[in-house]
């Protein structure tokens, strides 16, 4: 029943900027957002982690991304952004937002469908 959409790719040059949103589309379930996580893949490579933010408030990011990325959410909106920075060709890939969300019943795991992200140099 929950939809995770994903929006703000596109095509950039090297050493611009571009800016992810990711939020549930409407459900029939009440749920409240523990964790958010964004993920990118390209293809023939493994899915990995790029950022998480918890919601006790602290954030991880991978060594790559370091500095360049930003990860924030509104919980009033239930919403997940990532503010990319800085970008690279080798940032290239789909991006997914990722969402460990609570029910009355416990919790589960939702993806997005991905958004493209294309660097050129």
């Known amino acids: 029943q929950v939809q995770l959409v994903e929006s703000g790719g596109g095509l950039v040059q090297a050493g611009g900027s571009l800016r992810l949103s990711c939020a549930p589309s409407a459900t029939l379930f009440n749920f409240n957002v523990r964790d958010w996580a964004w993920y990118r893949q390209v293809p023939g490579n493994a899915r990995e982690l790029v950022a998480a933010?918890?919601?006790?408030?602290?954030?991880k990011y991978a060594d790559s991304v370091k500095g360049r990325f930003t990860i924030s959410r509104d919980n009033a909106k239930l919403t997940v952004y990532l503010q990319m920075n800085s970008l690279k060709p080798e940032d290239t890939a789909v991006y997914y937002c990722?969402?460990?969300?609570?029910?009355?019943?416990?919790?589960?795991?939702?993806w997005g469908q991905g958004t493209q992200v294309t660097v050129s140099s």
């Open positions: 933010a918890m919601s006790g408030g602290s954030t």
């Open positions: 990722s969402a460990k969300l609570e029910f009355e019943w416990g919790t589960s795991d939702y």
